[in-house]
């Protein structure tokens, strides 16, 4: 079983981009390691509903079943399942320069602390024993406890879901790479705002910073822990 998922004839790379890229040497296979963690970035309501301004709704819809069954297969295998939040103080502290790139974040309308836009999703409830991670920038590493539950556990690997590719999944997993943790973009659990958005994401961290796998895939890796 193939563990790279192949993107949409409508939005794949072009022939052109594919072959520099294979001539170069990039796209290698990182792989899984031998002891894993699920991350979930970011599965909040601001960004799962409708009316939210920072909506990716519909498309991200179709994550929801298989971030559910890469959580029941990791919780069965005892495999960390981590959830991030993004946050913004209710003040707008600590917004930083999100308050001038995004409109929502300069309003203070989007992902406010105590706020119900910043919970996790219903439909995906963190369970007990599950960490929940709070964070104030892109990437799940920068100045929040994350290394430290992965490196208490011998983490050296990161089974990526959630939202968005092009942002918080993408900044955690060139993090994550510099770490030297394996890091393993789940396609069908990871959604952006476009189609053609969220491929040219998945091809890029796939030729340099990680493995982008399927679902299949990854819950074969688990299952056969």
Known sequence: MSNTAAP???TRPD??????YARQGLGQRIG???RPALLLIDMQN??????APTTLYPSITSTYEPIKQLSQAARAHQVPVIYTRGLVAADGSSAGLWRLKMKH???????????RGADIIDELTPQPGDRVINKWRPSAFFRTDLEVFLGVRQIDTLLICGTSMSGCVRATATDGFMRDIRCMIVREAVADRTPAVLESNLFDVDQKYGDVVTLASTLEYLNGL
């Open 8 to 10: 949409s004839s409508a």
């Open 15 to 20: 022939a052109a981009s594919n072959e520099l």
């Open 32 to 34: 899984f390691g031998q």
């Open 46 to 51: 601001d960004f799962c509903e409708p009316d």
């Open 105 to 115: 974040h300069g309003l203070r309308g989007v992902q406010i602390e105590g706020g």
